[in-house]
């Protein structure tokens, strides 16, 4: 999974471009966020159709903002430069729920 720090608005637009992209949205101070970072990798592993980012939210705000997200851990998943689907609250997440969300965008 790469790592964005600072998500800008050109950037976002490059990287949702093309096929199936998950963006992550996190923050270093975030227990729920952290909750989830062993199962990462996994996740990633049995999406591999899918193109992984975990975003600094603290570091792209504009970006969150125009994108309403307001509640951490978010993902939101494009498709060929489309918003497909969001998993958007603030809320802990598990591996599972993650998992079940990607699965029903398919």
């Known amino acids: 999974m790469e790592k964005i720090d600072a998500l800008t608005k050109e950037k ?30 996994e996740i990633e592993a049995d999406f591999k159709d899918s193109k992984f980012y975990q975003i600094n939210r603290d ?5 969150a903002k125009d994108l309403a997200i307001l509640g951490i ?14 998993l958007v609250n603030k809320d802990r997440k598990t591996k599972d729920e993650v998992e079940t969300f990607l699965r029903s965008l398919d």
């Open 59 to 63: 570091n792209s705000i504009d970006v």
């Open 12 to 41: 976002f637009a490059e990287i949702t471009k093309e096929g199936r992209v998950v963006l992550e949205f996190s923050a270093t101070w975030c227990p729920d966020c952290r909750f989830l970072d062993p199962f990462l990798p």
């Open 73 to 86: 851990p978010s993902f939101v998943v494009y498709q060929d430069g489309q918003e497909i689907g969001r």
